[in-house]
């Protein structure tokens, strides 16, 4: 398996026009996801709840590429960096996310969750060699200040909940080692095929547990408003968006991907105000401000992130992948 350098290209001077497209996609369906997330999880366990959208979100993106004949087995030789990414991207990040909601309100765990940014960047630096150049660090800072303000006075009800804010930190951080090994293997698999294949493979433990930890049975008697809350879940952040995230991390720098979903906390609590009357103020409108422009600069500014080719360069798609 090669690894990173073997195919990087020099940064072009813009990013993808299609990324900015999938960020703000991603952006508001895994943001109100969080509520509705929590409606489904008060009603069945995390383990059975997961093991759900995983397996039929798996089997939902495997049906759309059997339909549209762009279905393809695992190539030779990548079914090694398919279990490594799959198990944080996948594994790690759905099972600690799920348990840290249900300590804590929809909202904050979003918050918790995604401090993903700040450790994707920094292994991004670590491991793929992208240089923490002042448009990134910027972003970053300005990133960090919105996601610090929106905690501001939840500091001590966090501390009241050191068990869902520690596995919150823990989705988080797996789910930054994804992003970075996902763009630090090479792929010749199409991005959803790669998504289809990251699903069913972390799928593969989170069913294990289910039979061991969970009642399958208990899944049998929920109301028909957690029913649609899974199904939501299974469609649009599980196929729609994980495939569009995948696709962002083949298109970006891993650490402009991960900066680029900022703007996922501030609609989780925006969502979480409105569908479960979680508390809104001048607390979270400062706080989306101080995110919109992290987003935007590192958006808007790319060629300041890698003055280098061959170290944070755009990676780009084979020409003849077809994705449905």
Known sequence: MEKKGSFRMSPPKRLPKVGFVLLGMIAFFWGIGWPIMKIALSEMGPWIFRSFCLLFGGLGVFAIAKANRSWSAIPKG???PLLIVAFFNVTGWHLASAYGLTFMHAGRAA??????PVWASLLAVLLLKEQMNSSRL???GFGVAGLAVLLGSDL?????????????LMAAMSNAAGVVFLKYFRWTISTFNLTGWQLILGCIPVLLGTLILEPVSGFLHITSQAAFATTFMVLVPGVLCTWAWFKVIRLFPAGIAAIGTLAVPVVGVLSS???LGEPIGLQEIVALLLLIAAVSIVMLKPEGFSRSSGAAGVRTESAG????
């Open 138 to 140: 910027i972003g970053l």
């Open 321 to 324: 992948e077809k994705v449905p």
């Open 156 to 168: 001590r009800v966090l501390g009241t909940a050191p068990l869902g804010t520690a596995l919150m």
């Open 78 to 80: 990548e079914f090694r």
């Open 273 to 275: 105000a409105v569908v």
């Open 111 to 116: 918050i918790v969750g995604f401090t993903m």
